[in-house]
C-alpha cells in the first residue's frame, strides 16, 4: 500500500491556490475514506479535512473550512486537496492517510490511519 502525495508548486504566495494530490495504490478510495493532515514547523501535527468513500461526505477543520475542498476521484484512485487564498498560517508538510475519516468531536483523528504518505512541504510567503 501506497500514498504518494503530490503537488504542483510547493512555494506560493499569500492569497494564492494550490491543489494537492494523493495517488493510492493498494486500495480503493470508492471503498476508504481519505484523510489529509498537516505540520508546521514546531507544531503538532493537526488534522486538516477528509473525504469518505466515493466522495460521498468530507469534513473540515474550522481551519480551513471555506478555504479548502477535498475530492476523491475512483478512476485516478486519487484524493485531492484544494487549497484556496492561502496565508502564510498554511505553510506547513501535507501528509494524505489511509485508511478512514474518523471525527470525535469535531475534530479530525489520526486513530486507525495506518498508512501516510511521505508528505510535501507547502510554504506560503507573505
Known amino acids: 500500500l501506497m500514498c504518494s502525495c503530490r503537488r504542483w508548486g510547493g512555494l506560493v504566495q499569500a492569497g494564492g491556490s494550490l491543489r494537492l494530490s494523493c495517488v493510492i495504490s493498494?486500495?480503493?478510495?470508492?471503498?476508504?475514506?481519505i484523510s489529509w493532515f498537516r505540520q508546521a514547523p514546531g507544531k503538532e501535527r493537526e488534522g486538516v479535512s477528509c473525504?469518505?468513500?466515493?466522495?460521498?461526505?468530507?469534513h473540515y477543520e474550522d481551519s480551513v473550512k471555506g478555504q479548502f475542498a477535498v475530492s476523491s476521484d475512483g478512476v485516478k484512485n486519487t484524493v485531492y486537496l484544494q487549497m484556496n487564498n492561502l496565508e502564510p498560517e498554511d505553510s506547513a508538510v501535507y501528509y494524505c492517510?489511509?485508511?478512514?475519516?474518523?471525527?470525535?468531536?469535531?475534530?479530525?483523528?489520526?486513530?486507525?490511519?495506518?498508512?501516510w504518505g511521505k508528505g510535501t512541504l507547502v510554504t506560503v510567503s507573505s
Open positions: 492517510a489511509a485508511a478512514g475519516c474518523l471525527v470525535v468531536g469535531d475534530r479530525l483523528q489520526e486513530y486507525g490511519l495506518e498508512y
Open positions: 493498494g486500495l480503493s478510495v470508492d471503498e476508504n475514506a
Open positions: 473525504v469518505g468513500n466515493r466522495g460521498r461526505s468530507t
